[in-house]
C-alpha cells in the first residue's frame, strides 16, 4: 500500500474592496509614500470597512471561493480550521460558524491561533489528519481582520496590516506529493515584543485599557525584525539541508509576507534567484494568517505539478518555521 501524504488541491481567496493606499495613510500619520515603500515594500492593504462584519466574514467568502471553483460539495468536508489572530469574538469559535455557513455540516471545527505563523502551523495540522487516515478533505483557512486590532493614529503599525482570507484543501495522495516535511519552532521569550496587552486573562478589558488603547497591537520593531530575519531564514535552512535540497531543486519560496526587507534576506540566506520568491507584500500588506494562502491563490497559475515548495513564517509568542510541500496538480 502506498504511503498517504497530505496533497493541496484547490486554493480560494477573498480580499475586501476597500483599498487603504499609502498616500491615504499620509492624510492620517506622519508619514509618506516613500518611507513605507523603501522600509516595508507595502504600498496598499485592504481594509474590511462594513460594519458588523469580522473573520468569519471573509473566511467564508474565502472557503464558497475555493468550494466553487473546486465545485467541492461542503458536506463531504470532514474538517475546518480557522487559522486566525482575530476570531470574531471570545470563546465561541469563528471557525464552527464558519462551516456551518458554508454548509460543512458534516465536519468538525476549531480556530487555531499563532500569530503570524497560524496558517503554517494549521497546515501541519491539517497535514497530520489527512496522513492519520481518518480524514479525507480537510478546509485549512487563514483569515484575518487586522483592522480591527489596529491603533490608525500609531505609524509604527498601521502602515503594516490589512485584511483578507485564503483557503486551502488538503487531501490524501499516493504519489509522493503534498506534505513533505516541517521544522516548526517558537520561543515564549519573544513574549513581550509583539502583543495585545488587554482584554485577556491577565488584564480583561476595562475602562482605563481602553482609554490606554491597549487592546491595540503593539510591537518592538526593531527586535522583531531582527528575530524574524534570523529565524525565518534560519529554518529555511534547516528544512534544505534536511531534504537534500539544493537552491536549484527549490521551485518556488512561499514567504509570510511581513516586510519586503525579511523575505530578501530569508531568499539570499536560502541562495534563491529573486523569480523563484512569491510576492504580493506591494498589494495586501500584512494580512497576518491570510499571506501564505493568498500567495499561493495569486500564484496558483505559475505553480506546476512536482514543484517543491518551501513556506516560511514568522509570528508573535515568537513562533516561526518552515514547511517543504510538493505542489500535486496544474491550475
Known sequence: MSKI??????VGAYVPEFVLSNKVLETMVDTNDEWITTRTGIKERRILKEPGKGTSYMAIKAAQDLIKKKALDPKDIDLVIVATATPDMPVASTAVYTASEIGATNAFAYDLQAACSSFLYGLSTAASYIESGRYKKVLLIGADKMSSIIDYTDRT??????DGAGAVLLEPNTEGLGFQDEFLRSDGAGREFLKIEAGGSILPPNEDTVKNKQHFVHQDGRTVFKFAVSNMAGVCEEIMKRNNLSKDDVSWLVPHQANLRIIDATANRMELDEAKVL?????YGNTTSATLPLLLYDFEHQLKKGDNLIF???GGGFTW??????WAYNS
Request: glycine residues 8%; hydrophobic residues 50%; contains cysteine.
Open 5 to 10: 501524504t497530505a496533497a493541496i488541491t484547490a
Open 157 to 162: 503599525t498601521c502602515i503594516i496590516f490589512g
Open 279 to 283: 510576492k504580493n507584500i506591494h498589494r
Open 312 to 314: 516560511a513564517a514568522f
Open 321 to 326: 518555521g518552515s514547511i517543504y510541500l510538493k
